[in-house]
């Protein structure tokens, strides 16, 4: 007997589906029209609730397939697989046909419904509320569906967006230099010093709670020009020298505890000077050829910032132009899958315990925006023959393949793009649905 699909378990009205699971792609043999069986009962939004109701000849003929199918896969004594006699399977194997009954019947009420009302469900449709009554002749049920939002996009065309290209300035490249500098400072012993706010500290922890020691933590470091999380640590060690061991007592998590601290070595921070020796490491010619290299470095940075704007803007006008309701099990996915990634991106300790319905409301308008934007673009891609080509698959491949070095990261990169080509193709497509959009609209600087 065929095997059914789960539909996510999902119903309208919080109402939790039960009895028969089927797939978005589920197709019956036979294929009995049954238009005069189900009514619309309901409609809010993409979601869809059906009404069916199957009785008298509609149930006999279901019946009937039903009966065929578990013939063909029963084993009875005295017979081959597939002869077993009707009134045999009537008699020892009704449950198994009720059974399929109910999966035959909701199979062919949904292919019904695919082709008349024209839709194209977006997650698996959910079954509930199912009865059947074999004896007169009748099963009903529920359907609930789930389709994509159905508008005619508009004004994506003829509208103005702004450049906002910053000027990079001498500055600029100053601040960025300083950065470089600080990225290549490093820590240096200082020898005949006591500590001060300017030093950075190695030292070895004991803590104590009433005389006993709890904790111990060695070769810690500690930037004393910052504020310290131990209230009492920086009178404490002020002035210490290297190899002094100071204790003080303070209150901790909201109990007394007493602190030994070891100055295991004081140092200070070097921020090295642009000097012909630095110039040279950092790959240029001299000073001026660095500040060049530095200009174009965030002239890149600019035109990077100020195309992401102009998309931005672009995606905020189309959202604002078109409104239409979403699939509420596509926006509680993207919701799951956004959370998910603020997580791994947070770096929140597995211990720590994080729900999504402590973020779901704060979450929920990037997702629905998320999913407008798709939307949207796709019906422009659609409505001006916008596609994504072979040519332009493999010209991306190529170009990712460039940026790498060795043979095994690209034959990783050949077997993730084949792994998610449709999804690689979509993204291609919706690249050149905004750069059709940008060629018909103004972009001011």
Do not use: W
Request: glycine share 4%; net charge negative; charged share 35%.
């Amino acid at each position: 007997m065929a095997e059914l699909v789960d539909a996510h378990g999902l119903g309208p009205c919080g109402v939790k589906p039960v009895g028969v699971r089927v797939s978005v792609s589920a197709k019956a043999s036979g294929g009995t029209m049954l238009e005069n069986n189900y009514k619309k009962i309901k409609e809010e939004g993409c979601s869809i609730t059906y009404e069916v109701n199957i009785k008298d000849k509609d149930f006999s003929d279901l019946e009937e397939k039903a009966i065929i199918r578990v013939q063909a896969e029963v084993v009875y004594p005295g017979f081959r697989k597939g002869k077993v006699p009707v009134d045999i399977i009537k008699k020892h194997f009704y449950d198994a046909v009720k059974s399929e009954i109910k999966e035959v019947s909701v199979r062919e009420v949904l292919d019904t419904i695919f082709e008349k009302e024209k839709i194209f469900p977006v997650v698996p449709p959910s079954v509930f509320d199912i009865n059947m009554d074999e004896k007169n002749k009748k099963i009903s049920f529920k359907l609930y569906l789930e389709q994509s939002p159905k508008f005619e996009v508009k004004d994506y065309t003829g509208f103005e967006v702004k450049r906002n290209l910053k000027t990079i300035t001498e500055a600029d490249i100053d601040n960025h230099l300083n950065m470089i500098r600080e990225y290549n400072a490093y820590l240096k012993p200082v020898e005949g010093q006591s500590v001060s706010k300017n030093h950075y500290l190695i030292v070895d922890y004991e803590i104590y709670e009433n005389g006993n020691k709890i904790d111990e933590l060695k070769n810690e470091i500690v930037d004393m020009s910052s504020p310290q999380n131990i209230v009492g640590f920086e009178q404490a060690v002020l002035g210490a020298n290297k190899g002094d061991t100071r204790e003080f007592e303070t209150e901790f998590d909201g109990k007394k505890m007493k602190f030994m601290v070891k100055i295991n070595d004081i140092k200070e921070k070097v921020v090295p000077e642009i000097d012909e020796n630095f110039i040279k490491q950092l790959g240029a010619k001299d000073m001026n050829d660095l500040r060049e290299q530095v200009k174009k470095i965030l002239e890149a940075e600019e035109v990077q910032k100020s195309e992401k704007s102009v998309i931005e803007q672009i995606e905020n006008h189309l959202v604002s132009k078109n409104d239409f309701p979403l699939p509420p099990t596509l926006v509680k996915q993207e919701i799951e899958e956004l959370f998910e990634m603020i997580k791994k991106r947070s770096n929140i300790p597995p211990d720590q315990k994080v729900e999504l319905k402590d973020y779901e409301e704060k979450i929920r308008p990037i997702a629905e925006r998320n999913l407008r934007v798709t939307y949207i673009l796709h019906a422009i891609a659609k409505k001006e023959n916008i596609k994504a080509s072979e040519d332009d698959f493999y010209k991306e491949l190529d170009r990712v393949i460039k940026t790498l070095k060795t043979e095994d990261e690209i034959g990783k990169a050949r077997n993730l793009f084949e792994q998610r080509k449709d999804y690689i193709m979509a993204s291609i497509s919706e690249n050149k649905t905004i750069d059709f959009i940008k060629s018909k609209i103004t972009i001011k600087d």
